[in-house]
């Protein structure tokens, strides 16, 4: 169980219900971060030149780097797998999560939403804005990390990983 302190009384939550939380939670979260970054990337090409309002671009560095930190329960990440990628589709029934393959939710489990998040993140790259390149860049090695070829690019001496 996790626990804090509120007002001076510990508090702890079972780590079950924690979980549970945490499944409700990552769906809507990831959703969110990847409407942050696919709106940013749209408002950056049609403002052309001109740059974004502070706030915009603060909101978009924020959730980056936010991500950037996140690692998930293992569980979670399965979780977050399922309902975000796999539909299920009439009188089918849902994969379980003993048999989601590692390529799915990544070798550490850790870093799913990293994997669900790799188009809109590719398509930060060529943003004007070095905060969001740099956590965008940190996060892609995650990404190589996660679906096993960062240490071969260490291997053939490509750096990064």
């Not at 940013?40 to 959730?63: F, H, I, M, N, W």
């Not at 998930?72 to 975000?84: G, K």
Request: glycine share 8%; hydrophobic share 35%.
């Amino acid at each position: 169980s996790r626990q804090w302190e509120e007002d001076g009384e510990e508090i702890r939550i079972p780590e079950e219900r924690r979980l549970s939380i945490a499944k409700l939670a990552a769906p809507m979260l990831i959703s969110a971060c990847r409407n942050i970054l696919e709106e940013y990337v749209k408002d950056e090409s049609e403002a052309s030149s001109c740059p974004l309002p502070r706030a915009r671009t603060e909101q978009v560095v924020g959730a980056a780097r936010r991500l950037q930190g996140l690692e998930l329960d293992p569980e979670v990440s399965r979780h977050l797998y399922r309902h975000m990628y796999i539909r299920k589709k009439q009188g089918e029934e849902l994969q379980p999560d003993n048999e989601i393959l590692e390529v799915q939710v990544g070798r550490s489990k850790r870093r799913a939403h990293l994997l669900l998040l790799f188009e809109p993140m590719c398509k930060c790259i060529s943003s004007n804005n070095p905060m969001l390149r740099d956590s965008l860049r940190s996060m892609l090695e995650m990404v190589g990390k996660e679906v096993g070829i960062g240490q071969f690019a260490n291997m053939l001496g490509g750096g990064g990983g």
